[in-house]
């Protein structure tokens, strides 16, 4: 007798994210471990079958991919009642079918590109300081904007200045703002006295 082996149905459900343009597509499934951010159709045809198909529909202007989620990002002129159904329908069937979801290689590349942009040579005291930052914001921030569907990287630490980058439903978020500066930069301040300003620049 052939034993047949039944794939577990994909659940589905939608979160608010605090920024009103972004909503959450959540799946009872593991897409991506890792981050994947795609601003662009460029980008995402490049990298990701499944954010190039959401890019096809006119609604959309961003995805981001981490864990069990998909974040996505709309045009202001649309409303999420209007497209929600499809999307949701959109990304169950594409799960379920198992296609790619995020090419090999894209983290990789990713992280290469990021390294040749960002990171400064830090040494003795600041390097210090960086490797204390970055545990802070790893251990403290991310998880909590994780949640929000969101993502935020530190980019660099310069002259008391620390530079975060925002991704997912954190950028362009109208909160995000305060965050950042009552939150994020209160705590580093605190933790850190070296750090006097916490800047953003958007994923």
């Known amino acids: 007798m052939e034993s047949t082996v039944t794939k577990s149905?994909?659940?589905?459900?939608?979160?608010?994210?605090?920024?009103?343009?972004?909503l959450k597509f959540v799946t009872n499934k593991m897409l991506y471990k890792g981050t994947a951010?795609?601003?662009?159709?460029?980008?995402?045809?490049?990298?990701?079958?499944?954010?190039?198909?959401?890019?096809?529909?006119?609604?959309?202007k961003g995805v981001y991919i981490c864990n069990n989620f998909v974040t996505?990002?709309?045009?202001?002129?649309?409303?999420w009642?209007?497209?929600?159904?499809?999307?949701?329908?959109f990304i169950k069937n594409y799960v379920g079918e198992e296609k790619e979801i995020v090419s090999d290689g894209y983290e990789d590349a990713f992280k290469a590109e990021t390294a040749k942009k960002y990171e400064t040579q830090y040494n003795g005291e600041n390097a210090e300081l960086v490797?204390?930052?970055?545990?802070?914001?790893?251990?403290?921030?991310?998880p909590a904007v994780?949640?929000?569907?969101?993502?935020?990287?530190?980019?660099?630490?310069?002259?008391?200045?620390?530079?975060?980058?925002?991704?997912?439903?954190?950028s362009g978020c109208p909160s995000s703002t305060v965050?950042?500066?009552s939150g994020i930069e209160g705590m580093l301040k605190r933790m850190v006295p070296e750090v006097t300003e916490v800047v953003a620049e958007m994923g």
């Open 9 to 22: 149905p994909i659940l589905l459900y939608t979160e608010q994210t605090p920024n009103p343009e972004t």
């Open 37 to 60: 951010d795609f601003k662009d159709e460029e980008s995402a045809a490049q990298w990701s079958p499944l954010a190039k198909a959401l890019f096809e529909m006119p609604y959309v």
């Open 72 to 79: 996505i990002t709309k045009e202001f002129n649309y409303e």
């Open 81 to 89: 009642e209007e497209v929600i159904l499809p999307t949701k329908e």
């Open 131 to 142: 490797v204390k930052i970055r545990e802070l914001i790893d251990t403290y921030v991310k």
């Open 146 to 170: 994780e949640m929000d569907g969101g993502n935020i990287e530190f980019r660099s630490f310069e002259n008391g200045v620390v530079t975060v980058l925002l991704q997912g439903s954190c």
């Open 179 to 181: 965050t950042l500066k």
